[in-house]
Every structure is written in structure tokens, then in C-alpha cells.
């Protein structure tokens, strides 16, 4: 069945041409590779996968942040460039339907990533004032700048770093990361055979062995991790079980990610903590005040904005501001997005190139205009 364009689609699409964003149209048929490599493991489990005759991994669209970015490159167009886009992503859904609309903005190149993080949160509420007059808007802003060179400045082990990184985005994964922190003892044994791979340091043998067992149960090493990221993760994991971190450090990151206070106070609150923690968060907490501060210019209904030191988003691409827009009654977010600086590098730009973008749920739009939601 075609999906129906919903019936404010002119709307955003008018919002696109009053601030000068350009409307980009990319492929439904997209290369898998970038997207199980850098969109995180959630969308990961997702995605639709299939092949070219040539044996190419091939997927349909599931976002449009790679893509956008990945047709930037290929044009070698010109930056700062804000690109607009509106339509079908496919993807499997806890809710149902594994195809529905998504609308958005990618701002890219922008150097004043302050100010840029502030039009796009001003942005993406902009839209949805439009298409929801009637609803309360709530904005929940968190860093993952901030949140890493917390974790660097308490003395965490490179590897605990990089495991609470990734689960920054999923609160579950987060919370299972943390209680093997405090009690490294409880992880669990793995099987004597891979126990054996693991403790010898060699990936090879360790990632043969998991491609084997994968083989033997159906698994595709394309639906997924594959056995080498399976075997890092699993020789990282026994590397951190020897890891204790000190009470005052695992205090220190409890208070931290305790901190939700209205985006105005988050300054002060934030110097205030690493005050009391000994520590200093250098460029990290200065980016935050002068994007607080340009975001505080927009205009927007401060008391409609939160900075919660714990949120992230489940995408492995970001490396700064992370936010998203809800409305009271609806569990599920209406606005995502973030800022995303090392995405381009990584597909292939030949220089940085600084990035920020949100996308909307369409549908969820939808409902709460019919007043099903």
C-alpha cells in the first residue's frame, strides 16, 4: 500500500522556503554499510536489508541524516548548506508499520556550531508549532560532549569511556553499563570454549569461532554486529570485569547523571558540579554556555526547555547537543536530532565538516491532529 502524504505536508514544506533551506530528495535504496556501522545498534536491529547482484548490502532508507550527508559528499557541494527533506523511511516498529513519513533539516558546515545548535532547536520547534498550534511543546536538551568529558575528566579507563559512551543514547544498556561498573563480579561467565578465545588476546581465532556459531544458528553477519566488532566487544568486556572504579569517581558520575534543571540554570549547575567533583570540563562546557546562551536569543518559552545530563539518543553519530521536542500525554518523542561533527569524515568528506539535523515523526503528528493519540 502507497502512503498518503499527510495533509500539512505544504506547511513544513513552506517553513523550508521562509528560512532558506533547500529541499533534497535521495534515494530509498541506500548502502547498508554506513548505517550498520555508524547509526547505532537499535536502528541496527531494524533495518531492511537486502543485496545487488553484484553481492553489494543494500537497505531500504531507514533515516535520511546518512543519506542527506552521503548525497552532500557525492555533489562536492559547497558549505554551510541547509538541506531540507520530507518523506518515507522504513524501518521496524515496537508501535507497528514499518514504513511512515519523516521530515527534518540538516545544517551543514555551519562554523558557529552555537549558534547553528540553537537554529536547529529553534527549527525544529518552529515546525511543530506550526502543525500543532494547540499543543504544549517540551524541548529536552542533553550533551554527549559534556557527558564523555565527564567520564574522561573522574579518570575513567579508556574502555569503561568508550562502553558508557555508546550507551549513552539507550537508558536501559546505560543502567546495565553502570551496575557492571559498580560490580564488575557480577557480569557473568562466558562459555569455557569462547572464555578460552577471549583471555588469549587474539581476535582472529575469537571472531572465526563466532562467525562459526552464527553460521551454525542462521544468524546473517550482515543482520547485525559482525563476529569482529563480537569479538572486540567480548575481549573489551572481560578487559573491564578487572576494572574497579573508586567510590568517590562512581559517586561523582551518579550526581552527574542525577542533573535535570531548566536550560537556563544548566551553566551554573554544571560548574557547580564539577566543582564539587575536582574536575574541569574544559571546551566541552564552554560550547554548552554559548549554545545555551544563542538558544536563549530564539526566543523560545524557556520554561519549556530542560537540560538532562542522562539523556542521549540511541545513534552512534553524535558528539554534541542531543535533544528532542515531546508533548504531554505522548510517550513518544515528536522531534529528534543532534549534532553529528565527525559523520561526514567517516563517509568519505576529504575535510571536516561540522553537522547538526533533527527529524520529525510524521505520524505521530498525524494522531494528535485526528485527536487519536
Known amino acids: 500500500m502507497t502512503l498518503r502524504y499527510p495533509d500539512f505536508a ?27 556501522d555508524m547509526a547505532g545498534e537499535d536502528l541496527r536491529r531494524r533495518i531492511f ?3 545487488s547482484e553484484t553481492g553489494e548490502s543494500l537497505c531500504l532508507r531507514p533515516e535520511f541524516t546518512i543519506p542527506v550527508c552521503l548525497d ?9 548548506r541547509r538541506y531540507g527533506y520530507l518523506g518515507e523511511v522504513f524501518r521496524q516498529r515496537r508501535e ?45 536538551l542533553g550533551d554527549q560532549a559534556v557527558f564523555e568529558a565527564v567520564l574522561a575528566a573522574l579518570g575513567l579507563p579508556r574502555g569503561w569511556q568508550k562502553r558508557l559512551a555508546r550507551a549513552f543514547g539507550s537508558p536501559e544498556m546505560l543502567e546495565t553499563a553502570l551496575a557492571d561498573l559498580a560490580d564488575p ?22 571472531a572465526a569461532h563466532i562467525a562459526k556459531q ?56 554544571l560548574a557547580e558540579f564539577a566543582a564539587g567533583a575536582g574536575i574541569g570540563l574544559g571546551s566541552a562546557l564552554d560550547n554548552f554556555i554559548a549554545r545555551a546562551k544563542e538558544i536563549g536569543r530564539q526566543g523560545l518559552p524557556v520554561d519549556g526547555i530542560h537540560y538532562d545530563a542522562a539523556f542521549g539518543r540511541p545513534l552512534d ?25 565527525r559523520l561526514l569524515t567517516l563517509l568519505g568528506a576529504e575535510s571536516p565538516i561540522p553537522g547538526v539535523g533533527f527529524s520529525v515523526w510524521l505520524d505521530r503528528i498525524e494522531a494528535l491532529r485526528e485527536g487519536s493519540a
Not at 552532500?72 to 554551510?80: G, L
Not at 557480569?187 to 582472529?204: F, H, I, K, Y
Not at 542462521?218 to 578487572?242: D, H, M, Q, T, V
Request: charged fraction near 25%; glycine fraction near 6%; aromatic fraction near 6%.
Open 185 to 206: 563480579a557480577s557480569n557473568g561467565e562466558l562459555p569455557a570454549d569462547l572464555a578460552r578465545l577471549v583471555n588469549a588476546g587474539d581476535d582472529s581465532p575469537l
Open 72 to 80: 552532500h559528499i557525492a555533489k562536492d557541494a559547497e558549505t554551510p
Open 214 to 269: 552464527m553460521k551454525a544458528t542462521g544468524i546473517s553477519p550482515s543482520a547485525g554486529r559482525s563476529p569482529e566488532e563480537i569479538a572486540r566487544r567480548l575481549r573489551e568486556k572481560a578487559e573491564l570485569a578487572n576494572v574497579r572504579l573508586p567510590e568517590t569517581a562512581f559517586a561523582a558520575l551518579k550526581e552527574f547523571l542525577a542533573i535535570r534543571v531548566p536550560l537556563e540554570q544548566a551553566p551554573c549547575r
Open 49 to 51: 536489508l537486502t543485496e
Open 317 to 341: 553519530y553524535y558528539t554534541g547537543l542531543v535533544f528532542e521536542i515531546s508533548t504531554p500525554g505522548l510517550d513518544r518523542p515528536l522531534v529528534g536530532g543532534g549534532r553529528y561533527d
Open 96 to 140: 507497528g508499520g514499518s514504513e511512515f513519513f519523516q521530515a527534518g533539516i540538516e545544517d551543514l558546515g555551519e562554523a558557529d556550531t552555537a549558534a547553528a545548535d540553537a537554529r536547529s532547536v529553534a527549527d525544529a520547534h518552529a515546525l511543530l508549532a506550526r502543525v500543532l498550534p494547540q499543543h504544549i511543546l517540551d524541548i529536552t
Open 10 to 36: 505544504p506547511d513544513i514544506l513552506a517553513l523550508f522556503a521562509e528560512r532558506k533551506v533547500e529541499q533534497v530528495d535521495v534515494p530509498i535504496i541506500q548502502p547498508a554499510d554506513p548505517f550498520l
